[in-house]
Protein backbone atom coordinates (compact mmCIF):
# COMPACT_ATOMS: atom_id res chain seq x y z
CA UNK A 1 0.00 0.00 0.00
CA UNK A 2 1.09 3.42 -1.15
CA UNK A 3 1.31 6.45 1.70
CA UNK A 4 -2.00 8.06 1.83
CA UNK A 5 -2.50 11.22 0.07
CA UNK A 6 -2.92 14.46 1.85
CA UNK A 7 -1.65 14.70 5.68
CA UNK A 8 -3.66 13.13 8.08
CA UNK A 9 -5.88 14.67 10.62
CA UNK A 10 -3.86 14.32 13.69
CA UNK A 11 -0.40 15.49 11.80
CA UNK A 12 0.92 18.55 13.25
CA UNK A 13 1.92 19.96 10.43
CA UNK A 14 -1.52 20.00 8.85
CA UNK A 15 -2.88 23.31 8.29
CA UNK A 16 -5.99 23.80 10.96
CA UNK A 17 -9.26 25.62 9.84
CA UNK A 18 -9.20 29.03 12.08
CA UNK A 19 -12.76 28.92 13.88
CA UNK A 20 -13.38 32.07 15.91
CA UNK A 21 -14.53 31.54 19.76
CA UNK A 22 -18.11 32.93 19.62
CA UNK A 23 -17.13 34.50 23.49
CA UNK A 24 -14.51 37.04 22.06
CA UNK A 25 -16.10 40.18 23.15
CA UNK A 26 -17.27 41.28 19.59
CA UNK A 27 -13.37 40.40 17.63
CA UNK A 28 -15.21 41.81 14.16
CA UNK A 29 -18.17 44.12 14.31
CA UNK A 30 -18.40 44.44 10.72
CA UNK A 31 -19.48 40.90 10.64
CA UNK A 32 -23.07 40.44 11.61
CA UNK A 33 -22.67 37.09 14.05
CA UNK A 34 -25.93 35.19 13.60
CA UNK A 35 -26.72 32.10 16.42
CA UNK A 36 -28.46 29.22 14.86
CA UNK A 37 -31.35 27.28 16.42
CA UNK A 38 -32.85 24.41 14.65
CA UNK A 39 -32.77 20.84 16.23
CA UNK A 40 -32.15 18.88 12.89
CA UNK A 41 -28.63 18.45 12.53
CA UNK A 42 -28.09 18.30 8.65
CA UNK A 43 -30.51 21.57 7.96
CA UNK A 44 -28.48 23.51 11.04
CA UNK A 45 -25.01 22.48 9.06
CA UNK A 46 -26.57 23.40 5.50
CA UNK A 47 -27.54 26.77 7.29
CA UNK A 48 -24.06 27.39 9.04
CA UNK A 49 -22.46 27.13 5.57
CA UNK A 50 -24.66 28.78 3.67
CA UNK A 51 -24.37 31.80 6.18
CA UNK A 52 -20.85 31.51 6.39
CA UNK A 53 -20.00 31.59 3.08
CA UNK A 54 -22.28 34.61 2.64
CA UNK A 55 -20.06 36.47 4.83
CA UNK A 56 -21.79 36.16 8.01
CA UNK A 57 -20.03 34.95 11.76
CA UNK A 58 -22.03 32.00 13.29
CA UNK A 59 -22.15 32.59 17.28
CA UNK A 60 -23.18 29.10 18.08
CA UNK A 61 -25.91 26.56 17.12
CA UNK A 62 -28.34 25.09 19.80
CA UNK A 63 -30.89 22.35 19.24
CA UNK A 64 -32.93 23.45 22.16
CA UNK A 65 -34.62 26.47 23.84
CA UNK A 66 -32.45 26.36 26.87
CA UNK A 67 -29.40 25.75 25.18
CA UNK A 68 -30.27 29.02 22.54
CA UNK A 69 -31.18 31.58 25.59
CA UNK A 70 -27.91 30.73 27.32
CA UNK A 71 -25.90 31.18 23.89
CA UNK A 72 -28.23 34.08 23.20
CA UNK A 73 -27.25 35.61 26.70
CA UNK A 74 -23.19 34.61 26.44
CA UNK A 75 -22.65 36.06 22.74
CA UNK A 76 -24.66 38.42 21.86
CA UNK A 77 -25.68 37.55 18.12
CA UNK A 78 -26.56 40.65 15.72
CA UNK A 79 -29.79 38.34 15.28
CA UNK A 80 -30.94 34.54 15.58
CA UNK A 81 -32.30 32.21 12.77
CA UNK A 82 -35.22 30.48 15.16
CA UNK A 83 -36.94 26.97 14.03
CA UNK A 84 -40.25 26.65 16.13
CA UNK A 85 -40.10 22.93 16.78
CA UNK A 86 -37.10 21.93 18.80
CA UNK A 87 -36.05 19.39 21.05
CA UNK A 88 -37.10 19.44 24.69
CA UNK A 89 -40.11 20.69 26.35
CA UNK A 90 -39.78 24.38 25.15
CA UNK A 91 -40.52 25.38 21.70
CA UNK A 92 -38.63 28.49 19.41
CA UNK A 93 -41.60 30.64 20.20
CA UNK A 94 -40.76 30.46 24.06
CA UNK A 95 -36.99 30.97 23.49
CA UNK A 96 -37.25 33.76 20.94
CA UNK A 97 -39.72 35.84 23.56
CA UNK A 98 -37.39 34.73 27.06
CA UNK A 99 -34.22 35.98 24.53
CA UNK A 100 -35.97 39.40 23.47
CA UNK A 101 -37.42 40.04 27.10
CA UNK A 102 -34.38 39.58 28.56
CA UNK A 103 -31.81 40.90 26.06
CA UNK A 104 -33.25 42.90 22.77
CA UNK A 105 -32.01 40.06 20.33
CA UNK A 106 -34.61 39.42 17.48
CA UNK A 107 -35.25 36.88 15.55
CA UNK A 108 -36.18 35.19 12.07
CA UNK A 109 -38.55 31.95 12.16
CA UNK A 110 -37.37 29.67 9.42
CA UNK A 111 -39.85 27.08 10.07
CA UNK A 112 -42.22 24.56 8.33
CA UNK A 113 -45.13 25.97 10.96
CA UNK A 114 -46.27 29.33 10.58
CA UNK A 115 -50.08 29.22 11.43
CA UNK A 116 -52.18 32.28 12.61
CA UNK A 117 -52.41 31.20 15.81
CA UNK A 118 -48.24 30.21 15.95
CA UNK A 119 -47.80 33.84 14.63
CA UNK A 120 -49.64 35.56 16.96
CA UNK A 121 -48.22 33.93 19.84
CA UNK A 122 -44.86 34.76 18.58
CA UNK A 123 -45.49 38.71 17.93
CA UNK A 124 -44.23 38.81 21.70
CA UNK A 125 -40.49 38.22 20.18
CA UNK A 126 -41.16 40.87 17.77
CA UNK A 127 -39.72 38.53 14.65
CA UNK A 128 -38.04 40.79 11.94
CA UNK A 129 -39.26 38.19 9.29
CA UNK A 130 -40.66 34.55 9.01
CA UNK A 131 -39.15 32.31 5.97
CA UNK A 132 -41.56 29.38 5.53
CA UNK A 133 -39.58 25.38 5.01
CA UNK A 134 -38.52 24.32 2.17
CA UNK A 135 -36.82 27.14 1.55
CA UNK A 136 -33.69 28.08 -0.26
CA UNK A 137 -30.36 29.08 1.48
CA UNK A 138 -30.21 32.60 -1.03
CA UNK A 139 -33.55 33.90 0.33
CA UNK A 140 -32.41 33.39 4.10
CA UNK A 141 -29.40 35.27 3.61
CA UNK A 142 -31.30 37.99 1.74
CA UNK A 143 -33.74 38.11 4.61
CA UNK A 144 -30.77 38.21 7.13
CA UNK A 145 -29.21 41.10 5.28
CA UNK A 146 -32.51 43.00 5.13
CA UNK A 147 -33.20 42.39 8.42
CA UNK A 148 -30.10 44.01 9.44
CA UNK A 149 -29.84 46.44 7.33
CA UNK A 150 -30.39 50.30 9.84
CA UNK A 151 -33.64 51.48 9.60
Request: proline share 8%; net charge neutral.
Amino acid sequence: MGAPRGKSLDDPTRPTPQRRDPRNEREDRQTPRILIVEDEYLVAVQIETALSEAGFAIAGIAARADEAVRLARETRPDLIVMDIRLAGPRDGIDAAIDIYKTTGIRCIFATAHSEPALQQRARAAAPLGWLGKPYQMSALTALIRAALRPE
